[in-house]
């Protein structure tokens, strides 16, 4: 609004004013086309009281070094092996040698292979009398079996332990895991389970970049 009548050839003086705290950060200043501008004049000062600085808690996330493939989730079991995979991932899982071990798991949107130590992928790791077990080790597959949707069921076997483990596996959206262990033996026991246990897993050659995966 102006605060100063016209001055000869010049015109008036206007003036705004901000009023404290801004909602949002002045963008710039707007004027009519037809007025012209000799000088733009800008007055500020710090509060006594200043707000305090926003810590900034938003990760730093890469742009998809890959993309999705074109494919529809689906299961297929080969010699030695069987294939899961959706758009954004691929899993294979090792079968030969009477054991069930993940070897690789690829992610399209990274581009990347993220099982790096595949010997650590156990899958499953059940304590036992004192024992640690590992799915992928200490467990022998018995039969692999295919169900109609993208699922593939796994039966393995510890003798020593005594107890049978049924894991599925289906594609979908993501890798979805499912496990439920039995006791075989003629005597009660008593375990420990934790699964899924896939260690091992990354997606950078550096792991301090994968905080937020």
């Known amino acids: 609004e102006p605060v100063s009548p016209p001055i000869k050839a010049r015109g008036p003086r206007h003036q705004a004013?901000?009023?404290a705290p801004l909602a949002s950060?002045?963008?710039g200043l707007r004027l009519d086309k037809s007025l012209p501008v000799k000088s733009v004049t800008l007055r500020a000062s710090l509060s006594c009281h200043p707000?305090?600085?926003?810590?900034?808690?938003?990760?730093?996330i890469e742009k998809p070094r890959g993309a999705p493939a074109d494919r529809k989730p689906a299961c297929t079991v080969e010699e030695g092996r069987v294939v899961l995979a959706s758009p954004t991932w691929?899993?294979?899982?090792?079968?030969?040698e009477k054991r069930l071990r993940l070897t690789s798991l690829y992610n399209e949107l990274a581009a990347s292979e993220m099982a790096r130590r595949p010997d650590d992928c156990s899958l499953f790791l059940v304590e036992v009398g004192g024992?640690?077990?590992a799915g992928s080790r200490d467990f022998r597959l018995v039969s692999v079996?295919?169900?109609?949707?993208?699922t593939v069921c796994f039966t393995l076997v510890s003798d020593d332990a005594g107890?049978?483990?049924d894991l599925t596996a289906s594609a979908d959206d993501g890798l979805t895991l499912g496990l439920e262990v039995t006791n075989i033996g003629q005597r009660p026991v008593d375990f420990k389970l934790a699964f899924p246990h896939l260690a091992g897993l990354a997606l950078s050659d550096d792991p301090a970049s994968d905080y937020y995966f």
């Open 131 to 133: 024992r640690r077990l």
């Open 90 to 96: 691929r899993c294979v899982l090792r079968t030969d």
């Open 17 to 19: 004013t901000l009023p």
């Open 51 to 60: 707000l305090p600085r926003r810590i900034d808690m938003a990760p730093a």
């Open 163 to 165: 107890l049978q483990a």
């Open 25 to 27: 950060c002045p963008a």
């Open 145 to 150: 079996a295919v169900a109609p949707v993208p």
